[in-house]
């Protein structure tokens, strides 16, 4: 499958406000938002490694590594403030039931992860920002699925920032809600279907859409290998509506 883009890149935040208000989506880039280089580079230097990312029990892709971290943010006009939030339990989300707890990393104790996380909260249109929120984010490394099935995970707006990719394939899609039956079959074609390089950012509203991403697909005599930070906008409900 070719690395070229299928759909044009919004740029700037201008841009993604507009893609996001008229088709509930956005396509762009980290140097088209105005991410330094050195910002993807030291994110995956620093937390893309064995200490970092670990498999939990009952976690699925069974391969996936993982760790997260979980922050609390607030607007005042267009001044941003954002510190840990004190959990980062996940509860009943991409069709697994009940609580689950992965392991942390604080992003916010390190200067170019704070930088980085500012940048990803400034992609949501500012009519749409309350005044106070939380923001999830997780490190995913996978190395054949990346995901099960067309799924919800039940939140604001979902993030995609891929880190790092060895190999084909991890096409990135979204579908109309009702084009997947609840056993997660499709019916119809996707609105959109993407292979996201490295540097390369889609956030979309989740009601709006089901969304997965097909297996990766290894390079001749290697081996694949994807590495993403998926954010999420929280609802109310899902933590500071529980405090």
Not at 79 to 84: A, D, G, I, T
Request: hydrophobic share 30%; net charge negative; proline share 8%.
């Amino acid at each position: 499958m070719s690395d070229e883009p299928k759909r044009p890149h919004a740029l700037g935040l201008e841009g993604v406000w507009c893609a996001l208000r008229d088709q509930g989506y956005a396509l762009t880039t980290d140097d088209a938002i105005g991410l330094p280089s050195r910002a993807r580079e030291n994110l995956h230097q620093n937390y893309y490694n064995p200490e970092t990312l670990h498999h939990d029990p009952g976690d699925f892709p069974a391969d996936r590594e993982r760790a997260r971290d979980v922050i609390i943010y607030a607007w005042d006009n267009d001044v941003l403030s954002v510190e840990p939030y004190d959990r980062i339990t996940i509860t009943d989300r991409a069709g697994i039931p009940g609580e689950r707890d992965h392991s942390r990393v604080h992003l916010l104790k390190d200067p170019d992860a704070e930088d980085l996380v500012r940048s990803l909260l400034q992609l949501t249109p500012p009519e749409r920002r309350p005044t106070r929120g939380t923001f999830g984010i997780n490190l995913f490394r996978t190395y054949t699925n990346v995901v099960t099935t067309p799924h919800h995970d039940d939140e604001e707006y979902v993030v995609l920032y891929i880190v790092d990719r060895i190999g084909d394939g991890a096409e990135t899609y979204l579908h109309s809600p009702e084009d997947v039956t609840e056993d997660g079959q499709v019916l119809g074609v996707p609105v959109l279907t993407q292979q996201l390089n490295p540097g390369g950012i889609l956030i979309f509203e989740d009601r709006l859409f089901k969304h997965g991403t097909t297996p990766l697909i290894s390079p001749p005599g290697g081996s694949a290998r994807r590495d993403a930070l998926i954010c999420t906008f929280d609802y109310y409900s899902s933590y500071l509506g529980r405090d």
